[in-house]
């Protein structure tokens, strides 16, 4: 859980509107389940949860929030249940390109990330965006699901690069059904905050974290790297 307290101001230098931060907390649900509100001492418990606090909060003198995601530029599509309608061993190549991306946000989801679908005609080269609180290793993630059965091109993942770049995401992850080149792979190394998830290790993560155990029947074996 994360709060950070804005106040509506004026800037007095400049007459505009800000909403500077006074104050931004984390906790984690365990901590937070231990407090009683109705009792706690609002100061004690900022200084306990080693909170933020603007050192001069009557001159509006703002703090850096703890989390602070702005996902007003995106526009969402309403979850799906992708996984109700999976029975046995379900074929991913079979799943409609919709039905994937959905199956890949409640992946993230159950890996601990809050995770939505963008609109297709809107989407700007992302298929979902994850957020993870985690105030050191967290931050954005734009993610590219591709269905596909042949090899992703490297231009796809040069492509994800510029898309990062473009929502200034902390993490661009890369999902698909088929399988990726030595180039792709060099460059998602060198670039440092690419990941890339192939056929196997998507059907790892699926059964790990999921518990489904997928088919993915490529006409190539995909290439160990």
């Not at 080149?181 to 056929?199: M, N, P, Q, V, Y």
Request: with cysteine.
């Amino acid at each position: 859980m994360v709060f950070n307290g804005h106040v509506s101001t004026v800037d007095r230098a400049t007459g505009q509107a800000i909403r500077p931060c006074l104050v931004s907390v984390s906790a984690t649900r365990e901590v937070f389940g231990q407090l009683v509100l109705a009792q706690v001492d609002p100061t004690e418990c900022l200084r306990r949860l080693n909170a933020l606090v603007s050192p001069h909060p009557y001159d509006l003198e703002p703090v850096r929030p703890v989390v602070d995601f702005d996902l007003s530029s995106y526009r969402f599509v309403e979850g799906m249940d992708a996984l109700a309608d999976l029975d046995g061993r379900p074929n991913l190549l079979d799943m409609s390109p919709t039905e994937f991306e959905h199956l890949v946000r409640q992946l993230f989801e159950a890996m601990g990330m809050n995770s939505w679908v963008t609109q297709a005609s809107r989407d700007d080269g992302v298929d979902a965006v994850a957020t993870n609180i985690d105030p050191i290793v967290g931050g954005l993630c734009v993610i590219q699901a591709k269905r596909y059965s042949n090899v992703v091109g490297v231009e796809s993942v040069r492509a994800l690069a510029g898309v990062m770049e473009d929502k200034r995401a902390t993490k661009g992850i890369m999902v698909t059904t088929s399988w990726y080149g030595k180039t792709s792979w060099d460059f998602a190394s060198r670039h440092g905050r690419i990941e890339l998830i192939d056929s196997p290790r998507l059907k790892h993560l699926l059964h790990e974290h999921v518990g489904l155990d997928v088919l993915i029947p490529l006409k190539r074996r995909p290439p160990s790297h």
